[in-house]
Structure formats: structure tokens, C-alpha cells
């Protein structure tokens, strides 16, 4: 069935480091795909997306490249900051499915100066 | 900016007693879904609605029901609440139209059932 895995945390980096957080996806046809953001205490926020193969999606330096041959969707920033430390979640849209969204179980970031 | 609103942030709620938690949401969205967030399990989905009075089951909807009487309210409800529904409850609305399909996240409510 459709399903998201992302890596497993938590993750700890000093600032200025390079972030890699790697989501793969099992789904049938095309999905849409989305990372989002949890920082402490709040809901989750969409982050960025890419709606078809070979999009990159890009927000506040943080970037991913949907790649159908390896059903993947990495989350990439050169420079991580300490105001980046949340959790991080992977989610993928297959268009059947009435707008339901599938997640992954989250990746906890945390940054120290 | 799109707006969604949970009741409370935080809840505490004896064993057996229904619980309502309410989430409203200001943008004319079609589909609304209610997660239930736990420490290592990531987010699971409860119940969503695509429409007014229209519902479909999530991966865990045991022990939970769900209300749509209007497009912007969508009411998540424990006919007897147990321990093990002690969580982080987080409700979000999304465009049934857009590709996109972004969904807007609520700030939650965290409950606990003593």
C-alpha cells in the first residue's frame, strides 16, 4: 500500500552544517510530495513541495528533488541554523485519495550554536 | 492567512468521560481530517471528511466518532474515554481542488486521560 519512510532521528548538528534528511515513498501512480515543519508547541507547517517528477521544491534554503526513478524526496540545506531545530515530517498525495495525505514519522532535528 | 483553530491547547479528562474536541477552520476548505500524534508512531490519521455530513475512517478510528454538520467545524469525539487515548489531537483543512493538496495544521490539543 502507499507509505512514507523517512529517516530515523533524532538528528544533531552544530550550526553552519550541512542537513540531509533522506524519504522514500511507495505509492501507485504519481503522487504529490511535501515536507513539513513542527516547531515546539505548534501544528505543522508545509515547508515545501514538488507536484511532479524532477520539481525541486525550495523554501527558507532548504530544498528537495523529486526523484520518481528512485522513488525519492531527500531534504537538503547547506547551513543549518539553530532556529531550524524542529521535527520534520515527509508526506506524499496520491490523486485517488480524496485529499488524504500520508506522513512519515517524523525526523527531530536539533541544532546547537 | 488560512486559520485553524482547535478549542483548546490542553485537556484533562477522567477515564470514561466523552470528550468533544472542536476545530474550525476559515478558508472554505472541503476536506478536514483530525491526527492523533504520539512519540516515535509520527502522525496517524483518525477520521477526515470531504464534505458536510460526510465521513470516512483514517487508520485507527477505534474508539473515536466524528461530526461534520457545517463546512468550517469538524468535531472529533470520545464516547468513553481510556488512558490510551492520552495523545496530541492535530486537525487539518485542505482544498479538495488544488493539486497542491497542501493541508493547514491546527495547534493542537493535548490530552490526557487520567
Known amino acids: 500500500g502507499d507509505s512514507v519512510t523517512q529517516m530515523e532521528g533524532p538528528v544533531t548538528l552544530s550550526e553552519e552544517a550541512f542537513l540531509t534528511i533522506n524519504c522514500t515513498y511507495t505509492?501507485?501512480?504519481?503522487?504529490?510530495l511535501f515536507w513539513y515543519v513542527q516547531y515546539p508547541g505548534e501544528g505543522l507547517q508545509l515547508l515545501l513541495k514538488?507536484?511532479?517528477?524532477?520539481d525541486k521544491g525550495s523554501n527558507k534554503g532548504f530544498e528537495a528533488t523529486y526523484r520518481k526513478e528512485t522513488t525519492s524526496f531527500h531534504l537538503e540545506k547547506g547551513s543549518v541554523q539553530v532556529s531550524d531545530s524542529a521535527v520534520y515530517f515527509c508526506?506524499?498525495?496520491?490523486?485517488?485519495?480524496?485529499?488524504?495525505?500520508?506522513f512519515g514519522r517524523g525526523t527531530q532535528l536539533t541544532v546547537w550554536p | 492567512d488560512v486559520k485553524v483553530t482547535q478549542s483548546s491547547r490542553y485537556l484533562v479528562k477522567r477515564t470514561g468521560e466523552k470528550v468533544f474536541l472542536e476545530c474550525v477552520q476559515d478558508?472554505?476548505?472541503?476536506?478536514m481530517f483530525w491526527y492523533r500524534q504520539d512519540p516515535g508512531l509520527g502522525l496517524r490519521l483518525i477520521y477526515f471528511?470531504?464534505?458536510?455530513?460526510?465521513?470516512e475512517k483514517g487508520d485507527i478510528p477505534e474508539g473515536y466518532s466524528v461530526s461534520r454538520e457545517k463546512k468550517e467545524r469538524f468535531s472529533l469525539i470520545l464516547e468513553s474515554a481510556s488512558t490510551n487515548q492520552t495523545s496530541m489531537y492535530l486537525c487539518?483543512?485542505?482544498?479538495?481542488?488544488?493539486?497542491?493538496?497542501?493541508?493547514?495544521f491546527g495547534p493542537g490539543t493535548r490530552l490526557t486521560v487520567t
Open positions: 487539518a483543512s485542505s482544498l479538495y481542488r488544488d493539486r497542491g493538496y497542501e493541508q493547514y
Open positions: 505509492a501507485t501512480g504519481y503522487p504529490s
Open positions: 471528511s470531504y464534505d458536510v455530513k460526510m465521513k
Open positions: 478558508m472554505d476548505h472541503e476536506n
Open positions: 514538488a507536484t511532479k517528477a524532477d
Open positions: 508526506a506524499h498525495k496520491v490523486g485517488s485519495t480524496l485529499g488524504r495525505l500520508y
